[in-house]
Each structure stands twice: as C-alpha cells, then as structure tokens.
C-alpha cells in the first residue's frame, strides 16, 4: 500500500529517519531555504536544517509523484511550512527532530508532530510556566517515579496540538487531563485527535485537527 492510499484509511503515517539515512542534497532548497540555510551559524543546524527540508520533499514528492526538486514550501504566518499546488490532493505535514533522529508525520488534515528524549528527574517547578493549575496538580498526585515520564508526555501532547493548530490559541487556553497514563485535551473544545507513541528512547505525539 503506498503512502497516499494510507492516508485515506488512516488518520495519519509516521515516518521515522536517523540523520546518517537522509539523501541530502543542497540543489533541493529553494532560494529562501537556502537564505535561512547559510544563516545557521553551527555547521550541526545547517545540517539538521538541510536534512529535514530533504526528508520532507523526499516524502511529499513520493505521494505526489513529483520529483523532489519541483515541491516548494510555503510558510503560514506563524512560521508553519505547508505545500499547496494547484489541483494536487492537499497533504498536510509536521517535522519534529531533536538531535540525529527525525520523525515526520503526514496527513489529510493539519498535523502536528513532537518528539522528546526520555529524562528523568524532570522538577515540575522547572515546567511551572508550562503547565495548567489542573495539570500541576493531576502530576504532583502521581508516584515520583512516574512524574518525570508524565511531563514528558504532556509536553509532547501539549506541542503536538499547538503545531497541528498553527498556534491558533494560547498556552492559558490549553489543557489536557490524564487518563489511563495518556493525556487527552480537555480544552479548548475541539475535534482533535491525541495519540501518543514511543520510538526507541523518545517520547512521541501526534495531533490532528479534524475541525
């Protein structure tokens, strides 16, 4: 089954890539991307930067059965790359990288993606400014052993939506409650699936905004 006629059954796909099994090629970036490209000053960005910008075309291009080189992003006003073609099925997608390892999500409907290395000893004061009164409170009545897992989960949930969202509404708007050691959106009201993963030593969420 390729990726396209997935995409009509589910809600969304995966795809998980070490850095090391890109095809990086610099002729891929388009006049912009090459600007914010040369921009980066820690030759590790500049790569990281390369890498995902490839692996995105590289992805769209076999769904859209257009080479790489002919898929230009565009940029919403909050900085989301989005790709849209005139007559061409419209594929929404997410980038979240953190170090060498890169998962991409893609789907039929606006999608964000965040994945986070598995830490322990997380301080939920050091997370304060991030979290709702009732998340705060949900997380201090956990064991200690499970709390630093728990935050990772939520900050992953939390900033999967708000890029599946393109930062539509502000973090005091935002809460999620745990059930069953998944974290679910309790507000805003909206149709917006939640799911949570694991890939090797991350921690990963998907949102997709079904509104």
Known sequence: MDLLTKLHTDPFVLIHKRLEDITTDID?????????????????????????????????????????????????????????????ELVHFNLSHTQKDFTLGVSLKPIGVDMEPEKDNISLDSMRTFLADDELQQLKS??????????????????????????????????????????????PTCDCLIEHSTYESFFVAVSVDLD
């Open 142 to 187: 956990m064991p200690d052993s499970e709390q630093s897992n728990q935050v990772l989960k939520l900050f992953t949930a939390k900033e999967a939506f708000i890029k599946a969202t393109d930062k539509r509404y502000g973090l005091d708007e935002i809460v999620f409650k745990c059930t069953n050691g998944c974290w679910d959106l309790k507000a």
């Open 28 to 88: 891929l970036l388009d006049e912009v991307e090459l600007v914010r490209h040369d921009r980066y000053l820690d030759p590790e960005k500049k790569i990281e930067f390369l890498a995902g910008r490839c692996l995105i075309k590289e992805v769209l291009g076999e769904l859209l059965g257009r080479p790489p080189d002919t898929i230009n992003l565009s940029m919403t006003e909050s900085g989301k790359p989005y790709y849209k073609q005139e007559g061409e």
